[in-house]
């Protein structure tokens, strides 16, 4: 008996010790902790993206190597890197989905013949049973017996499809457009109406689950520049968004003019013959007109100060509707509403407990199981919480004709006003000599740059926000062909990565290290080859960027300050249909196009016929009517039906 009961235990070691040897092996042959807990399938995704002339097939095979070993560990996705050069890359797309046109035909007609075997088939049937013909029963084939297995092989990954095409580049608003709209590589049958349909994958089931942290790591403006109808379709690089336009007022002579003004009003109180001045306020200056009496003083008693560059152009006043004829006179009003509204301070702080660490039954410090994938890795910081009220929806779309609108109006009357009074420099401004103001275009970097370089110490107005549009923003961004055979879910997977993760998106944009890159000794970024290179905005998030040699190590800081400041184009979620513009509207665009150009000129830079008293005069008595013989009114009651259609 005792016998007996030895052997047994011995079968149960020995069969428990060929269990543990076979699961062993499955972790050793590729199969990891990680892996066998998500109990998901191997993928092969394809990633398509533009590179540079410089880079190399060899280049791209280690870069894809570095980038799959991360999507494999955490998402049992192999990442295959398609790497194109911009001359060849927009035309293998739409080779790409030429193929899958195809495809689909060809599913199409097998359908249809299937359809029609399965209908003939059931007509003979049916023929046969009246004629009383009975056919002996299909006998199916016997399926060999199901085995259950345990995994002993290494995580096998399939090999690619024809022509698969999962996560790509979208390099231009155009691109993007056509892609939303089903016309990006679509040649309609002669004869047929054409059958658009997106060519992208809606990813706002993503977005709201397993991807929701993209909207921490992504400025509104970002994720709205993706959105056609109302869906998303594509991710956006998040970057600097836009320009902004400062006013630089010279401080000193402020201060002095302030002191005349004082007192030349003094002097005013006791003698009625001196006109009273006005103090300049540079919390209050927001338009250049407010300038006037402070740069008249200056030309009088300051001879050795630039005054200003001109003329003045209404950049604040109005968005261009087809930015590829900037004074085309058909303009929309710019948007004013700041995406972010800065949080007002609460009364009391609050005074919320401090959250208690999660504990076993033992009291032990639960831990997070380092077994299970996170797709943020803590050496990335997420930006700055938002403000508490954002704006998500652009300002509403007026159109007008520039040329006859007040606005317009004002700014070449204050043209020529300071043309009369000699308030314009007329040549070029040498370098370091002193100015009363000067206009700066650029990002918040540069203008902390120029407060740090310039030798006379100026005040820095914000004159025009920078304004977040569809050209700028729609000029990098990553979508999911409606080719795919993926899930959204795991292309979301890796788009995702490559916005929020630095060790990703630092491949993606340098390479392998010690190969095309190294860190130097103060652990900023140095290249060592050209052999691989991209734009960074085609690598995700910049914000998750690694130091690069020689920039500013606040670069990215000061970028989230400068992007709190954006105001959204009015157009961010608008799209233009020039095949709803009737023909003799459309005809008419170059006409009214050479006029917009003639009237910008002369309006600007007064140079208005001299039988015209005045700038006002003019605009009332010809611009407008050379507009409505040109076919302008009718153009824009046309455009106006898509921009603001009647309810």
Not at 140 to 156: G, Y
Not at 459 to 478: F, H, R, V
Not at 599 to 628: K, R, S
Request: proline share 7%; net charge negative; aromatic share 8%.
């Amino acid at each position: 008996m005792k016998k007996t009961k030895l052997i047994g235990y011995i079968c149960i070691l020995m069969t428990f010790c060929m269990l543990a040897s076979m699961f062993m092996t499955s972790c050793q042959s590729g199969g990891t902790v990680e892996n066998l807990q998500l109990n998901r399938k191997a993928l092969t995704v394809t990633f398509y993206t533009l590179v540079e002339d410089s880079t190399t097939p060899e280049a791209l095979a280690l870069v894809e190597k570095e980038l799959s070993a991360i999507t494999q560990q955490k998402f049992i996705t192999k990442l295959v890197l398609v790497g194109l050069k911009r001359a060849e890359y927009e035309a293998k797309i739409k080779e790409m989905f030429e193929a899958y046109d195809a495809e689909q035909a060809r599913l199409k007609e097998e359908a249809s013949i299937e359809a029609s075997k399965a209908k003939a088939s059931k007509e003979q049937a049916r023929k046969d049973k009246a004629a009383g013909i009975t056919q002996a029963p299909t006998k199916r084939p016997t399926e060999p017996p199901k085995t259950t297995e345990l995994e002993t092989e290494r995580i096998v990954y399939p090999d690619l499809l024809d022509n698969q095409l999962d996560i790509f580049l979208i390099n231009s608003s155009d691109m993007f457009y056509q892609l939303a709209t089903g016309k990006f590589a679509y040649t309609p049958t002669e004869g047929v109406t054409p059958s658009y349909e997106c060519r992208l994958v809606g990813v706002d089931d993503e977005l709201n689950t397993k991807a929701k942290v993209l909207k921490e790591y992504l400025h509104p403006s970002v994720l709205m520049a993706g959105q056609f109808g109302d869906k998303t379709l594509a991710i956006a690089t998040n970057k600097i968004i836009g320009v902004a336009t400062y006013m630089a007022i010279n401080k000193r002579l402020v201060e002095k003019y302030n002191k005349f003004v004082e007192e030349n009003n003094a002097a005013a109180a006791d003698d009625p013959s001196i006109e009273k001045m006005t103090k300049l306020d540079l919390t209050k200056v927001k338009e250049y007109q407010h300038l006037t009496e402070y740069l008249t003083w200056v030309k009088a008693n300051e001879p050795d100060v630039a005054l200003i560059e001109g003329p003045f152009k209404p950049i604040k006043n109005y968005e261009l509707l087809f930015p590829d004829m900037p004074d085309f006179a058909i303009v929309a009003n710019a948007g004013k509403t700041p995406v972010y509204t800065p949080e007002q301070p609460p009364t009391e702080p609050p005074t919320k407990a401090p959250t208690e660490p999660p504990k076993d039954d033992d009291g032990n410090l639960i831990t997070a199981d380092p077994a299970i994938p996170t797709t943020i890795p803590p050496t990335t910081n997420p930006p700055k919480p938002t403000p508490a009220v954002t704006v998500t929806t652009p300002d509403k779309i007026t159109l007008s004709n520039r040329y006859t609108s007040a606005a317009f109006a004002t700014i070449a009357n204050l043209n020529q006003e300071f043309r009369t009074k000699g308030l314009f420099e007329t040549a070029p401004i040498p370098a370091g000599k002193e100015r009363a103001v000067f206009l700066l275009r650029g990002t918040l970097e540069d203008k902390l740059a120029s407060e740090a370089t310039e030798p006379y110490e100026y005040e820095y107005i914000l004159y025009g926000s920078p304004l977040a549009t569809k050209n700028d923003l729609q000029s990098a961004m990553y979508g999911i062909s409606v080719s795919s055979k993926i899930t959204a879910m795991r292309c979301m997977e890796i788009i995702t990565l490559l916005n929020t993760n630095k060790k990703f998106k630092t491949i993606l944009q340098y390479g392998k290290e010690n190969v095309h890159f190294i860190y130097n000794d103060n652990g900023e970024i140095e290249r060592i080859s050209e052999d691989y290179v991209i734009n960074p905005n085609y690598t995700g998030n910049n914000f998750i960027s690694e130091q690069y040699a020689g920039e500013n190590p606040n670069k990215w800081e000061i970028a989230k300050q400068h992007n709190l400041n954006v105001v959204n184009s009015v157009f961010l979620k608008f799209y233009l249909d020039m095949s709803k513009i009737p023909p003799a509207n459309e005809e008419s665009i170059p006409g009214i196009d050479i006029l917009s150009k003639k009237f910008a000129n002369e309006l600007i830079n007064g140079l208005i016929p001299a039988e015209y008293e005045d700038i006002d005069t003019y605009i009332e008595d010809f611009v407008t009517l050379e507009f409505e013989d040109a076919g302008a009114p009718d153009l824009l009651k046309a455009l106006k039906e898509q921009t603001n259609p009647p309810e």
